[in-house]
């Protein structure tokens, strides 16, 4: 099984930073100076806004290929999220894991080409699913690197969408990838919606590929809500097909409050271990400090097995989830 990064890689001087004011904030909350809390709340604004202004001027930077003419506040619709996951694993010991997505809408290049500026796992980017799949399933070290492309939506209307893209990810490495991907969201009645997404991709290290996601949201009551997540991948990297899946229940006590509970599965079918890891965690999600700012902690156990002469038992797991959104 791949293993996601651990500490004791080197980490971005954002994700530093970040962490910094995770730990922080979450010591703050038990003081009582106003002033402490202002210098953690005016950090939080920086950093949001230096997010926003980077991405805005490399978001300039591709439209001067469509055009002479570049006035720099016609890029401040960037919008996108960052999110920094510190977990204890009893497997795997301590391990910090980071992503990063953002989108602008390119005005000289008719408004259906936009610019997308990413870093994290290269299934995810291709299939704008960062947020969806579950925080606790693993991802491959190898594509834990920055990401840049070019994406074109020919159709976006209320139940179906096209959209391609293009770009290059690896840093330095320019491994080159084109994808193609068809969403479709339709709502049963009137407490289930249900998404199916196919991506079709090629990547220059990897080859061809393709992508099948589900989603199903269901609403039990005002304050109970259930969601059901499966993508399955094929491609010449993978053995077999690659699954994930996972089933979730909250609780919503307060606004933007929650708590809830998941089980977890994933695999692949031709791999020597074709069921390489599930498990099960408590949750609870909430605001933190800004609208735009979310922190989520879990504890759970899991059932993790890589090779056929391990044993599988149960393993604790402890984590932290800050998400940072930015723009629209």
Not at 228 to 239: D, K, N, V
Request: some cysteine.
């Amino acid at each position: 099984m791949r293993r996601r990064r651990c500490l004791c890689q080197p980490l971005s001087l954002l994700t530093v930073t970040l962490l910094s004011l995770t730990l922080s904030g979450l010591v703050g909350a038990q003081q009582t100076e106003t002033e402490d809390a202002d210098k953690e709340t005016e950090l939080v604004d920086d950093i949001r806004s230096g997010l926003r202004t980077g991405v805005s001027a490399t978001a300039a930077w591709l439209d001067s290929f469509f055009t002479e003419n570049i006035n720099r506040s016609d890029y401040e619709n960037a919008y996108g999220s960052l999110t920094l996951k510190p977990e204890w694993d009893e497997y795997d010991g301590l391990q910090i894991d980071s992503s990063f997505r953002a989108k602008v809408i390119l005005p000289h290049a008719e408004r259906k080409i936009s610019a997308i500026i990413g870093r994290g796992d290269f299934d995810d980017f291709i299939n704008d699913q960062q947020t969806t799949r579950p925080t606790v399933i693993r991802r491959d070290e190898a594509d834990e690197e920055w990401m840049i492309g070019l994406g074109f939506d020919p159709l976006v209307h209320a139940n179906h969408n096209v959209s391609f893209g293009a770009g290059f990810r690896g840093g330095i490495n320019l491994d080159p990838y084109v994808r193609a991907r068809y969403r479709y969201e339709g709502i049963i009645n009137e407490r289930s919606e249900i998404s199916l997404q196919t991506v079709g991709f090629w990547r220059d290290t990897d080859g061809f590929g393709v992508a099948q996601t589900i989603e199903h949201d269901f609403a039990l009551s005002d304050r109970w809500f259930n969601k059901f997540w499966l993508r399955s991948t094929f491609a010449e990297r993978t053995e077999g097909v690659r699954w994930h899946a996972s089933e979730k229940l909250y609780y919503i006590y307060h606004h933007e409050r929650a708590v809830g509970a998941e089980i977890w599965w994933y695999g692949e079918t031709e791999h020597v271990v074709p069921l390489q890891d599930y498990g099960l965690r408590a949750l609870h999600r909430s605001r933190f400090l800004r609208d735009w700012l979310y922190l989520e902690g879990w504890v759970g156990m899991h059932w993790p097995r890589e090779n056929l002469n391990e044993h599988r038992q149960p393993r604790w797991l402890v984590g932290i989830e800050l998400e940072l959104q930015f723009g629209n």
